[in-house]
């Protein structure tokens, strides 16, 4: 169920951990009332013990602080990371915790993925970025390149209510922010999420509404790709309508299978003139794309199966021609100086050994959607990490 586009905001690209952490570091510096932060990964290295550390100055001063992360991807973080937190009044709950079974982990699918930020209901921050030093240049060769908006204007009350539907079932008493927000300025915009209950499709339908309304241009920088078939064939039959389709994938992956999948798919759009770059100068891990002059997004979802049928996700839409053309550049610059180019001709070596393997890869993207429905549909939960923490309850849908 897809929520109205909302006038009167303004939205800030920021690119990498260089220019995020010292904006969302600094946002929570300021908070008065409330801070709710939800991410995948919160890693205990220097950019993880930054965030501790506003987030303990801010429960010290009175501030309410509500953080979510996913029970699998921050499942190595240590007791007493957490306990520092909670006993500084943080509340800290993780999304769908299992126990490890043969010292593996099996919460697998469903994954709390999204990235949130939000500051008194105010200001707040969505993108693909997670609190890791792996976001930052001085990681080395697999440094990530990524992306995130800071928001203010009313688009902010759509993310500070999911934010709080999704955090509802811990935070007691409930939050008592209750966001009335002026135009900030003249960019319009909507939050897109997918969950597993209401809001099972909308990120893939937006995408969709976009792709067939492309005239001119079509830029997706992502990093893992393995749409659906609805999604594929919509970026071939634009690119047959002569809409200039580029897609900036990964070159230099942080997990080679990912790589493979996605190149399945290249003979089908290189033979529609679909223009195809793999970014090498390190892992990119964005979920950014724009159309045509307005048309853009940024958020955290991928275009592959778990992000597009499992995952809980968040992404902003914006419709503002600077902000559509400041990306474009920056896409283009990344696309004419770090990437190489994907031909057809270089795809179809090899092609006779490799033909059953794209067979397959093209008809999972038409079958998965199917499948995703038999996986494992654990309850999905936040369970509060403190001290006779009560019991996890539902996550149930409320109004959007």
């Given amino acids: 169920m897809k929520r109205p586009w909302a006038e009167g905001n303004q939205v800030e690209l920021l690119i990498n951990g260089e220019q995020y952490y010292p904006r969302v570091f600094e946002a929570i510096a300021q908070a008065r009332e409330e801070v709710m932060l939800e991410t995948f990964i919160i890693y205990d290295d220097k950019v993880g013990q930054q965030l501790r550390q506003v987030l303990i100055e801010a429960a010290q001063r009175g501030v309410r602080v509500e953080v979510a992360v996913d029970g699998y991807g921050t499942a190595s973080l240590s007791d007493a990371f957490v306990s520092s937190l909670t006993e500084a009044g943080v509340g800290f709950h993780a999304f769908d915790p299992q126990p490890r079974l043969a010292g593996m982990r099996t919460n697998l699918f469903r994954r709390l993925h999204r990235k949130i930020v939000v500051i008194d209901g105010v200001r707040a921050f969505i993108g693909g970025i997670n609190y890791s030093a792996d976001h930052l240049g001085d990681f080395g060769p697999m440094a990530k390149q990524d992306y995130a908006v800071q928001v203010t204007g009313p688009v902010v009350t759509q993310l500070h209510a999911s934010s709080?539907?999704?955090m509802s079932q811990v935070m007691r008493p409930p939050s008592e922010v209750h966001p009335q927000l002026e135009a900030t300025g003249a960019m319009t915009a909507v939050l897109a999420e997918r969950d597993n209950?209401?809001?099972t499709t909308d990120?893939?339908?937006y995408y969709l509404e976009g792709i067939r309304m492309a005239r001119q241009r079509i830029v997706i920088a992502n990093a893992y790709f393995f749409p659906g078939y609805r999604l594929l064939r919509e970026l071939r039959n634009a690119a047959r309508r002569g809409v200039e389709v580029t897609l900036i994938l990964q070159g230099q992956p942080d997990m080679r299978w990912v790589r493979a999948l996605s190149r399945l798919l290249y003979n089908y759009l290189l033979r529609d003139n679909v223009r195809i770059f793999e970014y090498c100068q390190r892992p990119l891990h964005g979920k950014v794309a724009l159309i045509d002059?307005?048309?853009s997004t940024v958020g955290s979802s991928n275009l592959d199966p778990l992000s597009l049928?499992?995952?809980?996700?968040?992404n902003l839409l914006i419709r503002d021609r600077g902000f559509n053309q400041?990306?474009?550049?920056?896409?283009?610059?990344l696309a004419g100086q770090h990437c190489k180019t994907v031909t057809l001709e270089r795809m179809i070596r090899g092609y006779w050994w490799r033909a059953p393997l794209i067979f397959l890869g093209f008809h999972m993207t038409r079958f998965f959607p199917r499948v995703a429905g038999w996986l494992p549909a654990h309850r999905q939960r936040l369970k509060p990490l403190q001290p006779d923490a009560a019991a996890p309850t539902d996550l149930h849908e409320g109004p959007a």
Avoid: C, F
């Avoid at 400041?326 to 610059?333: A, G, K, Q, S, V």
């Fill in 164 to 166: 709080k539907r999704l």
């Fill in 197 to 199: 209950g209401r809001h």
């Fill in 203 to 205: 990120i893939e339908a």
């Fill in 293 to 295: 002059e307005e048309w």
């Fill in 309 to 314: 049928a499992l995952n809980l996700e968040a």
């Fill in 326 to 333: 400041h990306l474009h550049d920056h896409l283009m610059e």
